[in-house]
C-alpha cells in the first residue's frame, strides 16, 4: 500500500497530483465537480492527509458479482495511493425497503437479517480492497437514535421538486406506477451518511449521480468540505445487452469456481471485450490501450484476447498461477473434447430422478431452470447419450460417470 509522503516541494506536489489524477480518471464516468477535486487532491499531498472514500453497500443481498466490484477497484486505488476507504453498511435503508430504480419498493430486512447479508458481502469485497486500509460503518450507528424531530430537519433541507427530479421517481410517476412517501427519503438518508463519516469522496456507478449528490447539499449545510462523486459505468452482463444481474442470470459471481469465472468470460459477446478488460480484468491504462490496439488492428484473435481477459479475472481472485492453470484446463475440455481436472463429485441414490439430482448436486438452482435445460439438450453424460427426458431416473451402472450440464458445469456420479 501506498502512503502520503510529508514534505514534498512545489514541483513534487504537481507531479503526484497529475500521478493520482491520471490513475483515477482512468476508467471513470466522471468526476464531479473536477476542479473541487484536483483542489481536494492538492491538499491532500501537500498536508500528507488521506481522503476518506466512501462506499455503500447495499445488504439486500449477499452474492456479489464483478459488475458491484467496478467502483470497489477505484477505491482499490484511492487505497494503494494511500487515502482510506469508507464502506458504509446500509443496515437501516434495507429495514425500510429502499427504491430498486424498477417499477416497486424491495421488501424491508429485518436487522438482523442486513447484518447477516452485510456480514457475506463484506467478505466477498475484500478480495478486492484492503482491509486495513477500510473502515466498515454501520447506518445505525447514527440513525439509531434519532426522533422523528431530526427526520424532519434533514427532510427540510431539500424539496420535493429536487426529489421528483430522480430518473427512478419520476419514471415511477410517468408509468402511473406506486411510489411511497417512505421511498423518497432514501436519497435523503444517503446524504446524510456522507455527513457523519466526513466523506471526501463518495464511489458509485453512474445511476446514483443523484444520491451522490446529496451528499454534497447536506454536507454544505452543515458547513463542511462538500464531497467529490466519482462515477463507475454500470458494467454489462454476460448477455450483452442488460447490466449484469443476479436475477437475469447474466453474471460472474465472487463464488464462483475458478473454471466457471473463466468459461463465463470466453461467453461475452466480442463487443464486450474492451468493457471487461477495463472494468472486469482491472487492466491500466497502458495495458488497455496495447490491448485495445491489437484488437483493432487484428494483432490479436479474439479468442485469445478473450483468454488474456478471463485469465486475469481469475487471477484477481484466485492469483495467476489458477489463472493459468484454467486457461489450460479450457483449451483441454473444448478444443479437444476433455474433461477437467477437477470435477465436483456427488453421491447419488438409485431411482433418483434427473430433475432433482440436477438440483441437489447444487448444478442448478431450480427444478424449473432443470426442466429448461433439459429441454435445451444441454444435460448429457460425458462420451454418452444426451439426457432428453426430465423423468429419467438414474441406475447404478451410472456409477462413475461425468455429467456435463450446460458449456461448463461437470459433475462426477459417486
Not at 487492466?283 to 490496439?293: R, S
Amino acid at each position: 500500500m501506498g502512503n502520503l509522503k510529508k514534505n514534498l516541494s512545489e514541483k513534487e506536489v504537481e507531479a503526484e497530483l497529475n500521478r493520482q489524477l491520471a490513475i483515477l480518471e482512468f476508467g471513470a464516468v466522471e468526476i464531479t465537480p473536477i476542479e473541487d477535486f484536483k483542489k481536494m487532491l492538492r491538499h491532500s499531498i501537500e498536508n500528507a492527509k488521506p481522503l476518506r472514500v466512501k462506499y455503500g453497500i447495499d445488504p439486500t443481498g449477499f452474492d456479489v458479482h464483478i459488475g458491484h466490484l467496478v467502483p470497489l477497484r477505484k477505491m482499490r486505488v484511492f487505497q494503494e495511493m494511500g487515502h482510506t476507504g469508507v464502506v458504509i453498511i446500509g443496515d437501516y435503508t434495507a429495514q425500510i425497503g429502499d427504491p430498486t430504480g424498477k417499477t416497486e419498493s424491495r421488501p424491508p430486512l429485518t436487522l438482523a437479517q442486513a447484518r447477516a447479508n452485510a456480514e457475506r458481502y463484506m467478505e466477498q469485497i475484500f478480495t478486492v480492497i484492503e482491509q486495513k486500509q477500510t473502515e466498515v460503518r454501520y447506518q445505525s450507528e447514527w440513525f439509531g437514535d434519532k426522533n422523528l424531530i431530526d427526520v424532519m430537519g434533514w427532510a427540510g433541507q431539500t424539496t420535493v421538486a429536487k426529489l421528483l427530479a430522480h430518473d427512478t421517481f419520476k419514471n415511477r410517476l410517468e408509468e402511473n406506477q406506486s411510489l411511497s412517501l417512505h421511498e423518497l427519503f432514501y436519497p435523503v438518508l444517503q446524504g446524510i451518511d456522507s455527513v457523519f463519516i466526513s466523506a471526501d469522496v463518495e464511489l458509485g456507478g453512474s445511476d446514483q449521480k443523484f444520491n451522490v449528490l446529496m451528499g454534497r447539499d447536506y454536507q454544505k449545510n452543515k458547513n463542511l468540505r462538500q464531497q467529490v462523486a466519482l462515477l463507475t459505468p454500470i458494467l454489462t452482463g454476460l448477455c450483452g445487452t442488460q447490466k449484469m444481474s443476479k436475477s437475469l442470470g447474466n453474471y460472474i459471481g465472487v463464488l464462483d469456481e475458478p473454471f466457471d469465472k473463466f468459461g463465463k468470460v470466453m461467453s461475452i459477446p466480442d463487443k464486450l471485450m474492451l468493457d471487461y478488460a477495463k472494468y472486469a480484468a482491472n487492466m491500466n491504462k497502458d495495458e488497455y490501450e496495447k490491448f485495445a490496439k491489437d484488437l483493432e488492428s487484428n494483432s490479436i484473435h479474439p479468442n485469445i484476447a478473450k483468454k488474456l481477459i478471463a485469465e486475469r479475472v481469475v487471477a484477481l481472485f484466485h492469483g495467476a498461477e489458477k489463472g493459468h492453470e484454467m486457461r489450460e484446463q479450457f483449451e483441454r475440455v473444448f478444443a479437444k473434447g476433455k474433461i477437467p481436472d477437477e470435477v465436483e463429485e456427488f453421491k447419488f441414490e438409485r431411482g433418483m430422478g434427473l430433475v432433482a439430482l440436477l438440483v441437489a448436486c447444487g448444478a442448478l438452482p431450480s427444478n424449473s431452470e432443470a426442466r429448461r435445460m433439459i429441454k435445451q439438450n444441454a444435460v448429457s453424460v460425458v462420451d454418452g447419450d444426451k439426457l432428453t427426458d426430465e423423468k429419467f431416473l438414474f441406475t447404478e451402472d451410472l456409477k462413475g460417470k461425468v455429467l456435463k450440464i450446460g458449456k461448463r458445469k461437470f459433475i462426477k456420479l459417486v
